[in-house]
């Protein structure tokens, strides 16, 4: 019978590995800028993963230094060709991937288009979960929920940024401790350009997510580096359209009032200039009687 001779990976996932070195944040940077590269490397090769997460991501000691290693390409998909005659996955009615992991679109349970971007929503999962301890959205809790629920919130739900997410954990000083620091330096050291890489890789709009691992992986050069970032904050109009998605039925609501209240407010102005016009008129007849 064919068989795959692999290599066995010695290691433990990197989040464990992290917390059990307490790692500060911008050494965990550095090992996660590895794992980003090993990712680019897979799509480069035309493989997308589809259920990257840190029991996926090994780290073994190579040389004394720590060295990141993609395993379980189980689900994996080829970009360019079917990777075998048959499909083997697991699945949760349907669902290919890891509830907390997945992106968005995996969450429509189409099978349909799921490119790389899928992966650097993955790997935005886990920048997030290695610089606060906790994940975007709590698994228990996610699990906890019917299925259509669940996947709802993936798709529309937008986390709190990791700085925001850090300020409201219960184990908030542990988080801190086992970055080497407290926790409200770890909120300071989290707040601004470190949450606005960790919340443009997991956008739910994949259009507006970062194009490749790469790309993530040289926005996280340019933190490290002190140079100007390719993410940002989202600009107002972009927030204005967030909102009007979310609150469809107020805003229309809203909307409809005030194009009332115009509309109330052009009759009045042009009822106001017609009775201008005819006192005027009057005037000019009473002044020329007399």
């Known amino acids: 019978l064919p068989f795959f001779a692999m290599e066995y990976v010695v290691g433990e996932p990197i989040t464990t590995y ?11 940077l550095q090992l996660f800028r590895q794992v980003c590269d ?45 990777l075998t005659d048959k499909t ?12 907390g992991y997945i992106s968005p679109e995996q969450a429509q349970m189409s099978g349909l288009d799921i490119d790389t971007r899928a992966d650097v929503y993955a790997l935005g999962v886990m ?33 709190p940024r990791p700085s925001t997410r850090v300020s409201m954990a219960g184990e908030s000083i542990e988080a801190a401790q086992r970055r080497q620091t407290d926790p409200a330096r770890l909120v300071s050291l989290l707040k601004g350009e ?11 709009d994949r259009t507006r997510r970062y194009a490749s691992a790469s790309e993530l992986q040289a926005d996280i050069e340019r933190y490290l580096t002190d140079q100007p970032l390719l993410a940002g904050p989202p600009s107002a109009a972009y927030r204005a359209r967030k909102f009007i ?8 609501a809203a909307t409809l009032g005030v194009a009332a209240l115009a509309v109330f407010g052009v009759t009045m102005a042009i009822q106001a200039n017609r009775i201008a016009a005819e006192r005027d008129r009057a005037e000019a007849v009473s002044d020329f009687l007399k």
């Open 88 to 99: 083997l996955f697991t699945e949760i009615g349907g669902l290919i991937g890891t509830p």
């Open 38 to 82: 090993g990712v680019q490397h897979a799509h480069q090769k035309g493989i997308i993963h589809r259920d990257l997460k840190p029991s996926n991501v090994l780290v073994s000691i190579e040389n004394d230094r720590p060295l990141p290693k993609i395993i379980d390409f189980g689900v994996a998909k080829a970009t360019a060709q079917r």
């Open 194 to 204: 470190l949450d606005w890489i960790a919340m443009k890789a997991i956008e739910k």
């Open 245 to 252: 998605k979310r609150h469809r039925f107020g805003v229309s």
């Open 127 to 159: 920048l997030y979960e290695l610089l606060t301890g906790v994940l975007p959205f709590d698994p228990k809790a996610l699990r906890a929920q019917p299925i259509d629920e669940m996947l709802r919130q993936i798709r529309e739900v937008d986390p």
């Open 18 to 28: 992290c917390d059990r070195v307490t790692l500060p944040n911008e050494a965990r």
